[in-house]
């Protein structure tokens, strides 16, 4: 069986017209599809850039065939889950058949900048599933209204949906993962051991059984970051300067600053990537890491290499890797 091996476009390190480029170029490749990251700040100042993932996501639909969504969207702190909604509607219509919606709890490097209180992580959670219980509302066509602990939606509806976009929620928790089993469509996780995406996919499985849903036929998608370059060498140097919040062995999701990033990454050695991201100029070194995922039960993975040498890389993968992958 082929391999949905997408391209994730990383919105925090390449400007948005040299990343639709990109995608453009991983799926003339044989890439199968693109995750958009939204970020209103990188994740350190050196990335660069932090373009916004919906004018992406819509360029991206005009430069490319396979799916598009993003990865992933915080839908209650800075924008009302409403507005989530409609963005999601509109690109869908116009789009029909490639557009899923990716959501998740959020971070505060993105989300504190409208100035709120930023919450524990339970609340943040609460928060999303709120918001979702909203977009739902308002993916059913209907004259709807919501009045909850977090969010007020008058009555309305949306009136551009031709069709309702799959949501799938973000998770590296098994509560989490075994909700999502039960409320949406799919799951994200993000690269971490075997054994923890072997419990997530699990607890998934669950929620979708509990619910009367088939797990099977639910996408179980995997964003992975690995470091390639043509040298060892400058494989590890991309992966210290490029993304050392890989590196980092810590939550992240209540620092503010792209400039408190850049003071813990002088921290990062390349011993902190160990188990966390694969660094290695073999491909077939990669090609293993991946298939791992997929013998455990994730059906798609969108690969994100840290360094800039993307053409490179995507040219690469696209002889020696993505071929080989097997499902």
Known sequence: MSVHAGYAAMCEQF??????????????????????????????????QAAYVWNVLTALGERTRGDIGPGVVCPSFKVHPALVAQASATLAAM??????????????????????????????????????EVIKKLFSGKEVKHRGEAFTLEKTRLWTLDERPPIYVATA?????RRAGREVD??????????????????????????????????????????WAATDTEARANALTEWPNGGMRFPKSDIRSPHDFEQMARLVRMEDFEGRMVISSDPDVH?????????????????????????????????????????
Request: charged fraction near 20%.
């Open 95 to 132: 789009y029909p058949g490639r557009h899923w919606l990716g959501l998740g709890s959020g971070e505060a490097l993105n989300e504190h900048i409208v100035g709120a209180y930023w919450p524990e992580a339970p609340e943040r959670l609460g928060r999303m599933w709120e918001a979702i």
């Open 173 to 177: 928790g098994p509560v989490t993962a």
């Open 15 to 48: 400007h948005p017209t040299e990343l639709v480029q990109l995608a453009a170029y991983a799926e003339s490749r044989g890439f199968t599809g693109v995750m958009a990251a939204d970020h209103f700040q990188p994740w350190v100042p050196a990335q660069g």
């Open 186 to 227: 799919g799951m994200i996780t993000p690269g971490a051991p075997v054994p923890k995406i072997e419990t997530l996919l699990g607890r998934f499985a669950e929620g979708a059984r509990e619910a009367g849903k088939d797990s099977e036929r639910m996408p179980k998608i995997l964003q992975l970051h690995l470091s």
């Open 287 to 327: 090609r293993a890491h991946i298939q791992t995922f997929l013998d455990a039960g994730v059906d798609r993975v969108y690969l994100h290499n840290v360094g800039r040498n993307q053409r490179e890389w995507i040219d690469v993968f696209a002889r020696e890797v993505l071929p080989k992958l097997t499902r």
